[in-house]
Structure formats: structure tokens, C-alpha cells
């Protein structure tokens, strides 16, 4: 029998979602449901002075008003825990609308409820809220001498400073130094489905359908802050239309969603807007920083210090990582990485595609590229010659394969091609250059047990389940193809149950931690139930295997039989039927290693762009990248490389489009919506070839899986600013590459 792990099997969902049956936590129909609208403070900083709603109130279909005059408080105090680690995961420690006190323009003062969409958002208009605007920093420039150093970050998760060695003498010593400034704008996720939450009381008991990447965390965290028991909330996610870490966390909706269902007595729908989704789920924060690297004159690493500043909320020490990467690629004795804060008036920034890497790769690709070019050495040899062995702890990595990803990609690209003279190659008008990256992203250990159930019916046919949700990855299909291996059943025999906490836990799949968590449970419980099945069938003296040893029976097609005579055997269905059951069913987990562990843990890739630039007007058109990666084992060829040229095409957004700016003179985001804020689309979509480098991973995840979620997209945003400095001589150290940047300072005039 084929094993279905490694067949490039398509979605067991595509249909329903080509044809539209697919049903999103928008679309639930419910009896008598209305529906919520969110009021927003104008200002980023004072307080609501007065909540005139009577126009609202008398507005047709109007159920009701809630504001911090009438809201009730909460049971719990949100404290920020990444939903990781098991816990309540609310996405910032503050929840509005306790009291008259603003923090953030864009924080809800109001919600209006309805009995249509419309109406809401109408009644929503005519709420005239009054305030007394106090003092705000909304950005680096403002907050810049008020800057401190915190302990943490990342939700707790991180230290806020890592250092080895001697970083001074390291730069003492060097032959060359590199030292190079960054500012990145604020980047927003902007999935096509904004965060919407259904909620629905049944008397005490809660049901809660909610468009999140983390079911479980959702139930913690409304419970938490509601002070209702676990066991009275069950929360559901059949669909979710697309995340990139702003549903990874638990925004404060989710919970006014049930507030507001319990006060109107009856369902109630809320979901954000498009503009809304700029200020209610989080960011990547705006942020500087600057990377110091020295170097023998062969290439070797003596020092690297990594420095980042960035603002954050009144509220919470949050800031992407930006040397998880940096202090671990490549071979150096001497390092030091150091996060600072400003905070500011915004909202807590939260994980965005790539979170800490994709930035942090930037940085540190652009500066070895540079370092390449002043040694005179190729950038490929010099990122293959200098890749660390290990660890910074000195631990093997459980896979490596950046030397194959370097190789592979560079034949694919044509890399020998290249020119190392800038504006050696012209297209017209066009300067044609090339660029490249390493590209690294950690393999998150800090997830609590996983668990997964596998059922076989008598018919032959399965199900394996877990309350993980499917938000565009696949992993539906994935759980099929890892059960039907575990369960030695055809692929066609296996469904998948997911998206409800009422099945077994598994945390939120973020981090890239989707594919390894789920896979690696539903495994364990798929070989649990066939090793239970096999020692039901030895035992029963009406089995034809009655008596063997169970470690000489083997299972295809859903039949078992002896290795050694292939003949005698019966099939799961026989064995349920006549011992007169429906089914069998077993439970499987999955733990981490433990975080000391002495495991290596990144995931490895290169990527490689060509570049066609105007220097004229400064526009920068990316026409080819090839990007190759090392996943460890890859369970479905085709969805791995659908997410990964995804993620490619997120890192050209961030490399040329993607920014937002704050005004502070208002406090608020200058692009509010797709028409200011810009994305990729089909038409700066280049030609995209992805190379899949399976290496053996030991030690992490049952089955050598890593993940491909993030890896995508690290390292593209530095070989395309490599390659516009391969076409035109000028090293861009902004993101996004805007045209004003790019552009010669004397356009040539026709």
C-alpha cells in the first residue's frame, strides 16, 4: 500500500470552498440573531467625557447600547500569555470599555446592537461620543527618549536581551565591519475574512463561533474573563478565512460578542470592518534597528551585536524577537541582540506573518550581503562558509539543510549568471539585478501536550479529530493522510473532525506549529487504535489471528495480517462485527522535548530574486524568485508548496508595498483600508518556483515534521533589496523599498 504521507493529495475541503457550501463563523444561521457594531475613540489618548446615544436608541431596529457606563466588568484581569503555552491567550492586558479612560484611537467606547447588519452600523453613526484628548506618543520619533529596556518580551516568552561572548573584542579584531541602520513601517495582516465571533447563550451555557487560529484559547480566555466554568463554553471554528497571526491571539470582540448576546438575550454577530481591522487585532509594530557585524578578511564572523527599538502599548513589553535568527545562523563567538520599548498610544502589536523573522532576516541578510560585496566574495559561499554547525548552546541541529537550500536554489535561479557590478545589465530602461538571502525560522518547543482521538467504524471506514481549526493551511487534509498511514487504511477510508473544543486539545497553530503538533497527535493516536485493534484480534479465539504475536501482524487496507503468511488475517470491519461493536476508538498524545533540551531548532531556506528597477521613477518590479527549503519530512508536497509560494509573495508585499504610517498630529493609522494600505496582487504576482529539500529531522516531532508556515516568507524582503542594489548601486535599508527611496537622485530627463 502507498503510504499517503508525501503524495501530493489535494484538499479535502477545496470543493466546499470553490463552491461556496464552505461555512464561515459569519455565516452561521441562527434563529433570531442580531447583530453588534463597535464604536471606536477618535483620540489616542484622555477620556470619553460624555456617550450621547438617544439618536441611536430611537434608530429603527435598535436592540440596544452598551458602553463603560453599562457594560458589566469582568471576572478576570486579561494578562497577555501567548495561547501557546496552554493558558488564556486574550491579545492584549487591557479590555475596553471598563472604564471612561482612552489608550488608542480605534478602542471601542460603544457597541450597538441591532436586528440587522445594516441597521447596526447605521445606529453605530449616530452615536456621538465627546472626549478630553490628553498628551499621546504614536511613534518612535515621539517616544524615542523614553525608551527602556524590559525583561521580557513576546508575550513573556523571550528575554529581552542575549548576549555570548565579547562583542567588543570581537569588532576589535575585525578586518572589516559592517554598520547599517534599519526603519520598517507597520505592517497589517488584512486576511480576506475580518475576525468575526457568533455567540449564543443557552441559558448558562455558552456557544461561541468564533474565526480564530486557536479554539481552545478562545474558551480559556472567554472563560477567564467571564468567570464561567470550561465546561460551559464550547467554542466552534468550521471555517476560517485566513489569519496570518491576527486570530492567533484572543481580541477583546470575542468576549464582547458573548457580553452583548447575554445582554440582548438572543445570538449576536460581530465583525470587525475593514477599516476596524486596523486597530482592533493587532499589528506589526513599527520599529528601527541596527546591526553592527565583524569579519576576518576570509569571511569568518568575529562579532555581531543586533540592536531593536519599537513601540508598543501602555500596557504590555511586546516586540517581535528580532534576533532569534541573528544569534543563531551563523558561526560567531561574540553576540549581542537588545530589544528597547516605547510605550506609546496603540494597541498591543501581535504576531504577523513571520513574526520577529521577517524582519529580523532583513536586517541581517542585507548586512551579509553587504559584507559579501566588500570581501569580494560570492554571497552564496560566503553564507555556506560561515552557517553555524550548531546551536549557540552547542547543540546539533535535529535537521540542517541550508548548504543543500543555498545549492539547489542558486542552480534553479541561474545564479551563476549574475553580475557583481552594479548596473551591469539594462532591459531598455531597466536595470536588471539579482539578490539573495539565507533564511532561518525557529521551531517553537514551548507547547504544552497535544492530544488527537482515531475512531474505526465497522464499515471500515474513520475519523481522526482534534480541536485544532483549519484557517487556509491544509491541515485537514494532513490529519487524513497521517491517520490513514497510522491506521493502515487506504487514504479514501479517513475523515478529519476539527474546529471544536469539545474534541481533543491541541493548541493554537501558530508559530509554524500547525503541521507538527497535529501530525504528531493524531500519529500517536492512530497508532494507539491499531495497536488496539491487532491485540483485540490475537486475543479473540474467533480471529484468525487469534495467538500470534502482535508484533508480526502488519496492516493494509484496513486489513490485518501476519507478515509471515500474508494469507491469514481478518479486517478491522470483521473483527468489530462479530465482537458486536460500532466502532473502536483511541486517544494519542504528544508532548515537546523539554526546553532544555539539547536540540538544535531551526528550519532552513534561501531565497533568490531578480529585479527589474526604473531608475528614473523608482519603480522596482520583481520578475522571478526561487526559493528553497528544508522542512525535515514533508507530508503533502503540494500544500507545502502552496503555502510556501504564499509566503514568498507576503515577503515582495513587505519588501515593496506594505507599510503604514501613523499621524501624529490625530494619533491614527494614515491607511485605513486595501485602497491605501497595499498588498500583492495577481498582477505583481512574478514567476515563483519553489524547491522542496527533504532532510531526515531527529528528535522534535514523531515524524521529522517542521513546519512550513513562516519560512516562506523570511529572507524575501533581503533578496529583493539585494537585488536592487545588484541593479543600481544603492543600498536601501527602509521598508517597505518605496519609489522616492529607490529612485536616482537626478532622474535622467528625456
Known amino acids: ?250 481580541w477583546p470582540h470575542v468576549t464582547l460578542a458573548a457580553m452583548a448576546a447575554r445582554y440582548a438575550r438572543r445570538p449576536v454577530r460581530l465583525a470587525m470592518t475593514r477599516p476596524q481591522m486596523f486597530t482592533s487585532n493587532g499589528h506589526r509594530e513599527e520599529q528601527e534597528q541596527h546591526i553592527t557585524i565583524g569579519a576576518r578578511r576570509d569571511g569568518r564572523l568575529t562579532a555581531i551585536r543586533h540592536e531593536k527599538l519599537s513601540l508598543t502599548s501602555p500596557f504590555d513589553d511586546w516586540a517581535e524577537p528580532a534576533t532569534g535568527v541573528s544569534s543563531q545562523l551563523y558561526a560567531c563567538e561574540s553576540f549581542e541582540g537588545v530589544h528597547r520599548l516605547i510605550h506609546g498610544n496603540t494597541m498591543t502589536p501581535t504576531f504577523t506573518r513571520g513574526p520577529g523573522e521577517s524582519a529580523g532576516s532583513f536586517v541581517l541578510e542585507t548586512a551579509m550581503d553587504e559584507l559579501a560585496h566588500e570581501l569580494g566574495v560570492d554571497p552564496v559561499d560566503l553564507r555556506a562558509q560561515d552557517h553555524a554547525a550548531a546551536d549557540p548552546r552547542g547543540n546539533p541541529w535535529t535537521s540542517d539543510g541550508l548548504e543543500q537550500c543555498l545549492r539547489r536554489g542558486a542552480e534553479r535561479f541561474g545564479w551563476q549568471d549574475r553580475k557583481v557590478t552594479p548596473r551591469s545589465i539594462r532591459d531598455g530602461n531597466w536595470l536588471i539585478g539579482r539578490g539573495m538571502a539565507a533564511a532561518g525560522y525557529p521551531v517553537p518547543p514551548f507547547m504544552p501536550a497535544q492530544h488527537a482521538r482515531a475512531r474505526v467504524y465497522v464499515d471500515g471506514s474513520a475519523v481522526v479529530e482534534t480541536s485544532t481549526q483549519e484557517f487556509g493551511t491544509g491541515v485537514a487534509t494532513i490529519m487524513t493522510q497521517v491517520g490513514a498511514d497510522a491506521l493502515g487504511l487506504a487514504l479514501e477510508a479517513v475523515s478529519a473532525g476539527l474546529g471544536d473544543t469539545d474534541m481533543p486539545n491541541t493548541s493554537s497553530a501558530v508559530g509554524s506549529a500547525g503541521a507538527t503538533m497535529v501530525s504528531a497527535s493524531v500519529h500517536a493516536a492512530g497508532t494507539a487504535l491499531r495497536a488496539q485493534l491487532v491485540a483485540t484480534a490475537v486475543a479473540d479465539e474467533g480471529s484468525p489471528l487469534h495467538g500470534a504475536n502482535p508484533a508480526a501482524v502488519e496492516v493494509e487496507d484496513g486489513r490485518m495480517f501476519l507478515r509471515e503468511g500474508p494469507d491469514t488475517g481478518e479486517t478491522y470491519g470483521e473483527l468489530l462485527g462479530r465482537n458486536r461493536m460500532t466502532y473502536a476508538e483511541d486517544h494519542g498524545s504528544w508532548s515537546p522535548p523539554p526546553l532544555d533540551a539539547p536540540l538544535g531548532l531551526l528550519t532552513f531556506g534561501a531565497q533568490f530574486a531578480e529585479v527589474a528597477v526604473d531608475p528614473d521613477l523608482g519603480l522596482v518590479r520583481v520578475r522571478r524568485m526561487v526559493g528553497a527549503f528544508a522542512p525535515g519530512r514533508v507530508l503533502n508536497p503540494k500544500l507545502a508548496t502552496s503555502q510556501l509560494m504564499g509566503g514568498m509573495l507576503w515577503g515582495l508585499g513587505q519588501a515593496l508595498l506594505e507599510g503604514n504610517e501613523m499621524d501624529p498630529r490625530h494619533g491614527r493609522w494614515g491607511a485605513s483600508n486595501l485602497g491605501e494600505y497595499l498588498v500583492p496582487v495577481n498582477a505583481d504576482a512574478p514567476d515563483v518556483v519553489v524547491e522542496l529539500v527533504e532532510v531526515e529531522d531527529k528528535g522534535f516531532n514523531p515524524l521529522g515534521v517542521k513546519g512550513v508556515g513562516e519560512i516562506g516568507q523570511v529572507g524575501v524582503a533581503a533578496a529583493v533589496a539585494n537585488a536592487v542594489f545588484n541593479a543600481t548601486g544603492r543600498r536601501i535599508r527602509r521598508l517597505p523599498l518605496a519609489a522616492e527611496l529607490v529612485m536616482d537622485p537626478t532622474p535622467t530627463l528625456a
Open 1 to 250: 500500500m502507498t503510504p499517503a504521507i508525501g503524495r501530493s493529495v489535494n484538499r479535502v475541503d477545496g470543493r466546499e470552498k470553490v463552491t461556496g457550501a464552505a461555512c464561515y463563523s459569519g455565516e452561521i444561521p441562527l434563529p433570531g440573531l442580531a447583530h453588534a457594531a463597535l464604536v471606536g475613540a477618535t483620540i489616542p489618548s484622555g477620556r470619553v467625557t460624555a456617550s450621547h446615544t438617544d439618536d441611536a436608541l430611537a434608530a429603527a431596529g435598535v436592540v440596544g447600547i452598551l458602553t463603560h457606563e453599562n457594560l458589566p466588568k469582568i471576572a478576570g484581569e486579561p494578562h497577555l500569555l501567548p495561547s501557546l503555552v496552554g493558558g488564556p491567550a486574550p491579545g492584549q492586558s487591557f479590555f475596553p470599555m471598563q472604564d471612561e479612560v482612552i489608550h488608542y484611537a480605534g478602542q471601542p467606547v460603544a457597541i450597538v446592537i441591532a436586528d440587522t447588519l445594516e441597521r447596526a452600523h447605521w445606529a453605530a453613526s449616530l452615536v456621538d461620543v465627546t472626549y478630553e484628548r490628553t498628551p499621546s506618543i504614536t511613534t518612535i520619533d515621539e517616544g524615542r527618549d523614553v525608551a527602556t529596556e524590559p525583561q521580557m518580551l513576546f508575550g513573556g516568552l523571550m528575554p529581552a536581551r542575549n548576549e555570548r561572548g565579547d562583542v567588543e573584542s570581537g569588532l576589535a579584531e575585525a578586518d572589516v565591519r559592517i554598520d547599517a541602520e534599519y526603519r520598517m513601517a507597520a505592517n497589517h495582516h488584512n486576511p480576506i475574512e475580518p475576525p468575526t465571533t457568533t455567540a449564543v447563550w443557552d441559558e448558562d451555557r455558552l456557544t461561541v463561533y468564533d474565526s480564530t487560529m486557536g479554539v481552545r484559547a478562545s474558551q480559556l480566555t472567554v472563560s477567564h474573563l467571564l468567570g464561567i466554568p470550561l465546561s460551559k463554553i464550547r467554542v466552534i471554528t468550521h471555517f476560517v478565512g485566513g489569519s496570518f497571526g491576527m486570530k492567533a491571539m484572543v
